[in-house]
């Protein structure tokens, strides 16, 4: 079972995250943040990956720090859970549709961190969240996971369609990704023997 449990302390936030790639799906999530516990119940039980966060920060300044440091903390889990990603299939995308929205997602577990972010809002605010600050969180999952996201959404009015369209294409695309290829289970998926800082 490829898992991994990481904390993340400073003077903004306190998170621990128990996360397994090999889950179910199963989730225990609590940010302190309604919409943000949301999402990340969407991104663990539609990728199948097992995640527990408990998360307390200081969400009487804003959300900001909370949200950008969760990101961080999961993204750092999945580094840890793949390993030397031995065996994975190391790409993964989805269209992800919701009503009158369609998210394209796709990324590369390519030890390259790089966000490519194409999603618009119509509102500044979604119940109390910054929708704005949606960006920081696949950003920050994004450098701390070795990850190469992009993230489209191709046309949408709903910002909560919009939003959950791109954590449900995340978490599609992720399933697939992490998933171990029985054809090449005992190597690593890049012609330079290794997926990491090392092959950049």
């Not at 966060?53 to 009487?60: F, R, W």
Request: hydrophobic residues 35%.
């Amino acid at each position: 079972m490829r898992k991994a449990f990481v904390e993340r302390r400073t003077k903004e936030t306190s998170i621990t995250v128990d996360l397994n790639l090999d889950g179910t799906g199963s989730y225990n999530i609590d940010t302190g943040i309604g919409f943000l516990d949301h999402m990340i119940e969407q991104l663990s039980r539609h990728s199948l990956i097992d995640i527990a966060i408990q998360a307390k920060g200081d969400i009487h300044i804003d959300f900001h720090h909370t949200t950008e440091d969760t990101g961080i903390t999961i993204g750092e889990a999945v580094d840890k859970a793949l390993g030397n990603r031995k065996g994975i299939t190391r790409y993964g995308s989805a269209f992800s549709p919701m009503d009158e929205t369609l998210t394209r997602v796709a990324l590369d577990i390519s030890g390259r961190p790089y966000l490519i972010w194409k999603v618009e809002f119509s509102k500044p605010k979604l119940g109390e969240m910054d929708t704005e600050l949606f960006r920081e969180w696949f950003q920050a999952f994004s450098q701390s996971s070795g990850i190469t996201l992009h993230v489209e959404t191709l046309y949408g009015q709903n910002n909560h369609h919009i939003i959950e369209s791109c954590y449900k294409g995340l978490a599609r695309s992720l399933r697939n990704a992490v998933e171990l290829d029985p054809k090449k289970s005992d190597s690593i998926p890049s012609t330079k023997g290794v997926i990491g800082p090392e092959s950049i």
